[in-house]
């Protein structure tokens, strides 16, 4: 998976732009995968998109959605459903929270299909000014 982590900083930076991680940064999130991260990532001959999750131990019943992005030429083909799908499958029995821009309307979609509610903003939390969203998913049974 290291390997990815060139196309991983790439990606970043076309997703996120003033708000991307530095590759000196995404080499933290490397070392630290045996620890409490976990990067999964969708590879269609280039990195298509990822999710990183920051998974405390088992008597943490809390992880956390740190990122996730999708190629712009990737999206809508279902590569975020795919990555929400398997990231919440290491999930199961927790509560999983995340952020997310208050402008970004497909991605407060994506996650709402995915069962996760509103709970809090963060007023003028980014950049410009934008407001936060978090929100909780739970796992239903």
């Known amino acids: 998976m290291v390997d990815d982590l060139p196309g991983i900083v790439e990606l970043d930076q076309v997703c ?26 969708a590879d269609e001959g280039a990195v298509a998109g990822y999710v990183v999750l920051l998974v405390p131990p088992v ?11 999708v190629a712009p030429d990737e999206r809508r083909t279902g590569i975020g459903r795919q990555l929400m799908t398997a990231a919440l499958a290491r999930c199961a029995g927790r509560t999983v929270l995340l952020e997310v821009a208050a402008g970004n309307e497909s ?32 796992e239903t049974a």
């Open 16 to 41: 996120f732009g003033r708000e991307a991680w530095s590759s000196v940064a995404w080499e933290g999130e490397f070392e630290r995968l045996a620890e409490d991260r976990v990067i999964l990532v």
């Open 59 to 69: 008597q943490v019943d809390v992880v956390e959605l740190l990122r996730i992005a």
């Open 107 to 138: 991605a407060i979609g994506l996650y709402g299909g995915f069962g996760f509610d509103e709970i809090s903003r963060r007023r003028g939390y980014y950049a410009g000014g934008e407001d936060a969203v978090i929100m909780r998913w739970r």
